[in-house]
């Protein structure tokens, strides 16, 4: 199977920075978009950025001009810069990919979450 392991998250004050790290491994043939997700207590799930390529991006307004998705295809890693964090921004981050595994099937696949919170 395939499995995504997150990692970067904790504490920071606001204003500050974390990179969150996020690679897939196993029976992978080819990742498609990887992403990050989030969900602060008592909230739904959402989304924070895409990636497919470097050209093919997408962010939440929430987090544009201050966060930065991109990845590196032969690590199969997406990384997540945030910069200009604000209290708002606490949350568990989720990594998410599409992926095609060995046994050409398409997986949609999630990592554990990683707690990112902002606060002084």
């Known amino acids: 199977q395939v499995q995504l392991v997150e990692s970067g998250g904790g504490l920071v004050q606001p204003g500050g920075s974390l990179r969150l790290s996020c690679a897939a491994s196993g029976s992978i043939f080819r990742v498609n978009a990887m992403g990050w997700y989030r969900q602060a207590p008592g909230q739904e799930r959402e989304l924070v950025a895409t990636v497919i390529s470097a050209s093919r991006t997408n962010y939440a307004d929430s987090v544009k001009g201050r966060f930065t998705i991109s990845r590196d295809n032969a690590k199969n890693t997406v990384y997540l810069q945030m910069n200009s964090l604000k209290p708002e921004d606490t949350a568990v981050y989720y990594c998410?990919?599409?992926?095609?595994?060995?046994?050409?099937?398409?997986?949609?696949?999630w990592g554990q979450g990683t707690l990112v919170t902002v606060s002084s």
């Open positions: 998410n990919a599409a992926v095609i595994t060995t046994w050409i099937t398409t997986l949609e696949v």
